[in-house]
């Protein structure tokens, strides 16, 4: 299907940079382009790029935790954590991976982690919560774990620790730029 859509874009003289990025791995929701938007919204279970100077909102976070990656050109690439799967998008355990697939190796200079940091137990980020079967007993935080959520993104990421702050902020939307 590549191959195809290449040849139109080449018939029709675009270059490569005004074709759309497709992933190799199938994942929903995971938006990214060549050429990123300067502003997304990035619901639950949701991972988006803006380009440098953009602004991602991240709406009614609650129950959330959000994961925004600043890249060295000033772009971001956002993701929105939910404690449960919204139907149709990624689980807690699925979101960093696909964080980490948008960012790919482009240089990071920081990663802010904000929303309801006493409702995660790190491990959500490994095994999500609808990941236990019956009788298994899901892990249930005891006060807000900063360190614990910051070690589980960074080893998602595959980024260094340092890079990683942790901020419980109150209910509501969330606007990064």
């Known amino acids: 299907m590549a191959l195809p859509t290449a040849l139109l874009a ?102 802010e982690v904000k929303g309801a940091v006493g409702a995660w137990h790190p491990s959500y980020f490994v095994k999500a919560i609808e990941g236990y079967g019956e009788g298994e007993q899901v892990p249930i935080p005891t006060g807000q774990d900063f360190d614990g959520i910051a070690r589980a993104v960074s080893l998602g990421l595959g980024l260094p620790h340092a890079l990683v702050t942790v901020e419980d902020v109150p209910d509501g939307d969330q606007i990064v730029d």
């Open 10 to 111: 080449l018939q029709l003289g675009l270059s490569p940079a005004a074709q759309a990025y497709e992933p190799a791995a199938e994942r929903p929701h995971v938006g990214s382009s060549l050429a990123a938007p300067d502003r997304a919204t990035v619901a639950e279970g949701q991972v988006k790029e803006v380009a440098p100077g953009g602004v991602i909102t991240y709406p009614s976070v609650t129950s959330c935790l959000t994961v925004t990656v600043r890249l060295r050109d000033g772009g971001l690439v956002g993701a929105h954590a939910s404690l449960f799967q919204v139907p149709g998008e990624l689980r807690s355990d699925e979101i960093l991976a696909a964080l980490k697939d948008l960012v790919g190796n482009r240089p990071v200079t920081a990663i």
